[in-house]
C-alpha cells in the first residue's frame, strides 16, 4: 500500500513569516501605483516596462528571504507522505525547502515566458534577475513575467482540482479563502476526508463541518501542531 495522499493548499501566510510582504498588508499598493497597474493584463498593456521593474524589485527582495519552518516541515512529510503542494504564492520557498510536488497557481516570480508563446518559460539566475520590455528568450521571442495577471484564467487550475480531488488528507495553510479560484478547491474535497485549515484569522467555514479541523495559528506554530497531529494518528493506526 502506498503512501497517503497529502494535499496543501497554501497562500500569503505561509511566506510572510519569511518576510515576504503582500498586497494585502501594504494596502492594496505599491509605491503609490494601484495594483491593477502593475499586477493586471491592462496594466502590462498599458505600461509593460512599469510590471516588469515591479517584479524585478520583487525577484531582489525574494533573493534575501529564507523558507521558514512551515515550509521545512511540509517537505519532512514527504518521509510519511506523497506530498502535494497547490500554492498561491509566487515565491520559490517551497521549493528550496525541498518539497518535491509544487504547482504554482499565480505564476512563478523566477521565471520568465514568452508573450507571443505562453507555453515557452525560461528559469531565471541570481546574476540575471531583472528584466525589460526589450528581454528576449533564447528562442528570440519578447518575454514577460511569468505571471497570472488578474484579467487572466489560471491554467493549473484543472489539475489542482485533480490533486485535491484524490487527497485523503487536505491542508490549508496561510489563505483568507476570498481568492477565487484557489478558494474553491475546498469544495472538491470527497466527503469525509479530513481538513486541516491553519491561519492565525480564519475564515468562516462552519458549513463544512465536521470535515474541517480549524487550526487557530500562524503557519509555522500551526505545521508544528499538525505534525504532531499527523504523528500521533500514524500511532493510532500501527497499534
Known sequence: MG????????GAGISAESGISTFRDAGGLWENYPVM????????RKN????????????????????NDAHKILAELEKDYDVYVITQNVDDLHERAGSSKILHLHGELMKIRSVSHPEYVEKLDLEHLETSPETKGENG?????????????VPNME?????????????VIGTSLNVYPAAGLLHYVRPGIPIYYID???????????????????????????????????KETDS
Open 141 to 153: 521571442d519578447t518575454m514577460r513575467p511569468h505571471i497570472v495577471f488578474f484579467q487572466e484564467a
Open 48 to 67: 509593460p516596462r512599469l510590471v516588469h521593474d515591479f517584479y524585478n524589485a520583487r525577484r531582489k527582495d525574494l533573493i534575501t528571504k529564507f523558507p
Open 3 to 10: 503512501k497517503p495522499k497529502l494535499v496543501i493548499s497554501s
Open 200 to 234: 492565525p484569522n480564519p475564515a468562516d467555514i462552519t458549513i463544512m463541518e465536521p470535515q474541517v479541523h480549524i487550526i487557530k495559528a500562524k503557519a509555522t506554530e500551526g505545521m508544528k501542531i499538525l505534525k504532531d497531529i499527523l504523528e500521533n494518528k500514524n
Open 159 to 171: 489539475t489542482a482540482v485533480e490533486w485535491v480531488h484524490e487527497a485523503d488528507i487536505f491542508v
Open 37 to 44: 497597474e502593475v499586477c493586471s493584463a491592462d496594466g502590462f
